[in-house]
């Protein structure tokens, strides 16, 4: 992270107050001089070891849920936090940087900013057996093997869903038919993100939070947000 602030063109400084360390040590570590010196920022809350020990729980059973891998790995010794779970068994290590670098950019941020935040997303409800069916914790190259197969219902009655929510209330529901792509999601935008903010904003400024879903991280869809938010 000190590597590409500082080819952004960030000072010492600057980069030292970003990831929360002294700049002395930013500077020993743009020089190579920190071989052998304790690192700056977060210590790793879990050991090595401690990480084997979630995947062998894993691998006893693909289909527990994210509670019963938090629990068994607790009781193994770890202490740890739900969230830890999640990110270890399901984000590889340069999914977990966008997110860390996400967070520490937002990390200063007051009640008032996250307040202005609008979050918004779908979801699939399924009625025939609880919500999408039973989970599988597999990595890519596992799909077909036996462990993480099981059998489900073919075409479950199901609904899509989306809405979006901020402290200063919640927008409407959108109930989607079909799947979900660039043009369909436009007109979600318009017909319900639009209105949603207009309901809990006014016409004062927010900032619009959705995932990077393909329909959402779509070229069309950042030119149609580019337009009608700037």
């Not at 600057?14 to 040590?25: H, L, M, V």
């Not at 527990?64 to 202490?79: A, N, P």
């Not at 937002?106 to 399924?126: G, I, M, N, P, Y």
Request: hydrophobic letters at 30%.
């Amino acid at each position: 992270l000190q590597d590409s602030l500082k080819r952004e063109g960030k000072t010492q400084k600057e980069i030292s107050e970003r990831i929360g360390c002294s700049q002395s040590a930013v500077s020993r570590h743009l020089s190579g001089k920190s071989v052998g010196r304790k690192k700056c920022g977060k210590k790793r809350c879990t050991t090595r070891r401690g990480d084997r020990t979630l995947r062998k729980i894993v691998e006893k059973d693909r289909f527990q849920t994210l509670g019963d891998l938090w629990k068994q790995w607790t009781e193994s010794g770890v202490e740890t936090s739900r969230a830890t779970v999640h990110r270890r068994v399901l984000l590889n290590q340069k999914q977990q940087q966008k997110r860390l670098t996400w967070a520490t950019e937002k990390q200063h941020w007051t009640v008032a900013q996250w307040s202005k935040v609008l979050f918004s997303d779908e979801r699939k409800f399924c009625m025939s057996f609880g919500n999408q069916g039973a989970r599988v914790w597999r990595k890519t190259g596992e799909k077909e093997m036996p462990k993480c197969l099981k059998s489900s219902v073919k075409n479950p009655q199901s609904v899509m869903v989306w809405g979006a929510m901020s402290a200063a209330g919640v927008g409407p529901l959108c109930f989607i038919k079909g799947r979900v792509n660039a043009a369909s999601y436009e007109e979600i935008l318009e017909h319900f993100m639009l209105p949603s903010a207009e309901k809990l904003y006014g016409d004062e400024d927010f900032v619009f939070q959705h995932d990077l879903a393909p329909a959402h991280s779509a070229k069309t869809t950042g030119k149609w947000l580019t337009a009608c938010l700037n």
